[in-house]
T-cell receptor, first 113, second 113 residues
């Protein structure tokens, strides 16, 4: 089983719908992250959380919200999806020390029509 | 604005050659550096971590770090077609325990057989 699991893996939906992407991890890491990736734009950080009570905005948080339900679970929501939120979304985790690398889930391919 | 810069490529090398991928970063006090490999449509995979000046070797991969020049590189010896991917450089900002890694946009490597 994957250490970082994202669900769903693929989602096609319509403009205006509310969408939740879920991430769970078995690595025991405190830190969790959500990124989106678009061709030519690299990975862009949406939100990150360093523990259950800590939520921080990344560089592109507008239009998104998150919930850290437990140490192992971090969900990303699009309250009212729009077509330019079509992208590949990744969840990542890392250990408690700032110098540790991030480990990524397999991603969710989201298409908004 | 802390930045990580990479040439987007594509970098094209023949099979068996050495591929050299470069990355510069703006935060002089950065302490942790990582290379990720990402195949098209897949998630980034950690391949190297480096924390000290000099070289670090792991199989066909060598990471090189020069903090004075704010430069980190990845050498791939005996390049194989399976090495064709996008390589992402990531840097942990100095004394920033409360922030996420900063990623470059990646260099696309193409190894021809």
């Amino acid at each position: 089983d994957a250490d970082v699991t994202q669900t769903p893996r693929n989602r096609i939906t319509k403009t205006g719908k509310r969408i939740m992407l879920e991430c769970s991890q078995t690595k025991g890491h405190d830190r969790m992250y959500w990124y989106r990736q678009d061709p030519g734009l690299g990975l862009r950080l949406i939100y990150y959380s360093f523990d259950v009570k800590d939520i921080n905005k990344g560089e592109i948080s507008d239009g998104y919200s998150v919930s850290r339900q437990a140490q192992a679970k971090f969900s990303l929501s699009l309250e009212s999806a729009i077509p330019n939120q079509t992208a590949l979304y990744f969840c990542a985790t890392s250990g408690p020390q700032g110098e540790q690398p991030q480990h990524f889930g397999d991603g969710t391919r989201l298409s908004i029509l | 604005q802390k930045e990580v810069e990479q040439n987007s490529g594509p970098l094209s090398v023949p099979e068996g050659a050495i591929a050299s991928l470069n990355c510069t970063y703006s935060d002089r006090g950065s302490q942790s550096f990582f290379w990720y490999r990402q195949y098209s449509g897949k998630s980034p995979e950690l391949i190297m971590s480096i924390y000290s000046n000099g070289d670090k070797e792991d199989g066909r991969f060598t990471a090189q770090l020069n903090k004075a020049s704010q430069y980190v590189s990845l050498l791939i010896r005996d390049s194989q077609p399976s090495d064709s991917a996008t390589y992402l450089c990531a840097v942990n900002p100095a004394n920033q325990a409360g922030t996420a890694l900063i990623f470059g946009k990646g260099t696309t490597l193409s190894v021809s057989s």
